[in-house]
């Protein structure tokens, strides 16, 4: 499939919408149902034209790499930005301590670690009595699980995921390739001499919200630096072609947060169209090899049955969050808003549906049309979906999908610059 040479551009404004939408233009008082819709349309936008991008794929490893000086660039930047991580984190954790009159997220999944150290492996999701008088535990096994040395240790366990975070900022680094502006290019006003710096400093925004400005919670109030990290992890596996790490990466994802469910089944659909049997095979094996070893061994199976029936309650729960902290819906860019506390049904049947149908329909008419990147697109078509119509929509939420677009069009940039230079 041919790709118009101006599609780089396209999609750095699109991603530059999806983000601001995501971030700094939710400081505009009353505009977020309005940043919702553009959120949610830059984000199908950026889905379909990844099909039409040529096909994306990691940077071939260079023997030798870590001598390279460029390299040793990169690592100063990280450790710049892991030392600036480490200042603003300082003052949000005492500024914000873990304790449910900020969030209940934190609380919870520490009693969970506390719980599996003390060896009540059975007993982890047992009502925990003096959190908002019994409350159940929810998390899956890859969201608390990563927490337990940190808990063990007795350090701050908000560390695990700033680290993952910093882990998905330092993947765009890595691959992140600024372009020489040269006097041919200036002469030429190529665009791509200009694309590459506009993403880093969409990419530097996204950072600074996320952990200087810290609105969305996420470094001190929220665990989901751990899913954001998951997401990036997948998109580098799916990527790699390399099923076994395809397969702890879904497999992690998984058991982090619901978000990846449509799209499993739409993903495995294309292996089989393919006729990538083995890959199939390896992927399914490993997700079932995770699933015990993740989640089985630790918890049981008595634990795994009840948690399934859980995402039936989310219904209830949002017509508590309606009525107990109805501004969520207003500063974040989800649709529940369109939906209001009467409709709390319908917005979570259309969730469950077209989560799992538009990333089936996707495959299918991309498949017959030999569209590139086709897995890839469906799982940023799938996040996107499932984060707008999801029934509660917090704001810490929205970020995983931003990072999934983020590592696409880096490499994407990277292989036109490869390919035009």
């Given at each position: 499939m041919d790709h118009p040479k101006n599609l780089p551009v396209k999609l750095l404004l699109l991603f530059s919408v999806e983000t601001l939408s995501a971030t700094w233009f939710l400081k505009i008082p009353g505009w977020a149902p309005f940043f919702s819709l553009?959120?949610?349309?830059?984000?199908?936008?950026?889905?379909?034209?990844?099909?039409?991008?040529?096909?994306?794929?990691?940077?071939?490893?260079?023997?030798?790499?870590?001598?390279?000086?460029?390299?040793?660039?990169r690592l100063i930047i990280v450790g710049l930005m892991a030392l600036a991580t480490w200042s603003w984190c300082c003052y949000w954790?005492?500024?914000?301590?873990?304790?449910?009159?900020?969030?209940?997220?934190?609380?919870?999944?520490?009693?969970?670690?506390?719980?599996?150290?003390?060896?009540?492996?059975?007993?982890v999701?047992?009502?925990?009595?003096?959190i908002w008088n019994g409350t159940q535990p929810i998390y899956l096994p890859a969201m608390?699980?990563?927490?337990?040395?940190?808990?063990?240790?007795?350090?701050?366990?908000?560390?695990?995921?700033?680290?993952?975070?910093?882990?998905?900022?330092?993947?765009?680094?890595?691959?992140?390739?600024?372009?020489?502006?040269?006097?041919?290019?200036?002469?030429?006003?190529?665009?791509?001499?200009?694309?590459?710096?506009?993403?880093?400093v969409i990419a530097f925004l996204l950072f600074w919200w996320l952990v200087a400005d810290n609105t969305a919670g996420i470094v001190s109030v929220s665990e989901e630096g751990m899913v954001i990290g998951y997401y990036v992890l997948l998109v580098l596996a799916l990527l790699s072609g390399r099923p076994w790490l395809t397969g702890i990466a879904i497999s992690l994802c998984m058991l982090s947060r619901y978000a990846l469910v449509g799209w499993i089944p739409a993903y495995l659909l294309f292996l089989a169209l393919e006729k990538k049997w083995r890959n199939l095979s390896i992927i399914t094996l490993t997700g079932i090899l995770c699933f015990v070893l993740l989640f089985l061994l630790p918890v049981g199976l008595d634990t795994f049955v009840r948690l399934a029936k859980l995402p039936g309650d989310y219904v209830a729960f949002a017509s508590r969050v309606w009525k107990d902290s109805p501004d969520v819906f207003t500063t974040a860019p989800g649709l529940a808003w369109f939906f209001g506390p009467k409709k709390v049904g319908l917005l979570h049947s259309l969730l469950i549906s077209l989560s799992f149908i538009a990333p089936m329909l996707f495959i299918l008419a991309g498949w017959r049309l030999r569209a590139k990147n086709?897995?890839?697109?469906?799982?940023?078509?799938?996040?996107?979906?499932?984060f707008a119509f999801i029934d509660v929509p917090y704001l810490?939420?929205?970020?995983?999908?931003?990072f999934v677009s983020l590592i696409a069009l880096t490499l994407l940039l990277r292989q036109t610059e490869q390919t035009t230079a």
């Open positions: 553009l959120y949610l349309s830059s984000g199908i936008a950026i889905a379909f034209g990844l099909t039409r991008c040529p096909q994306l794929r990691l940077p071939a490893s260079v023997k030798k790499a870590w001598t390279l000086p460029v390299n040793h660039y954790f005492d500024e914000m301590p873990i304790d449910i009159t900020n969030a209940d997220m934190l609380p919870i999944i520490k009693v969970m670690g506390e719980r599996f150290i003390a060896g009540q492996h059975s007993h999701y047992d009502i925990i009595p003096w608390w699980l990563p927490y337990v040395p940190a808990i063990f240790l007795g350090l701050d366990m908000r560390w695990v995921a700033v680290a993952a975070l910093l882990f998905s900022f330092a993947v765009f680094i890595f691959l992140y390739r600024a372009t020489t502006f040269s006097a041919g290019a200036l002469a030429e006003k190529r665009p791509r001499g200009y694309t590459p710096f506009f993403l880093g086709l897995p890839l697109a469906a799982l940023k078509l799938g996040l996107v979906i499932f810490y939420l929205f970020y995983t999908s931003s």
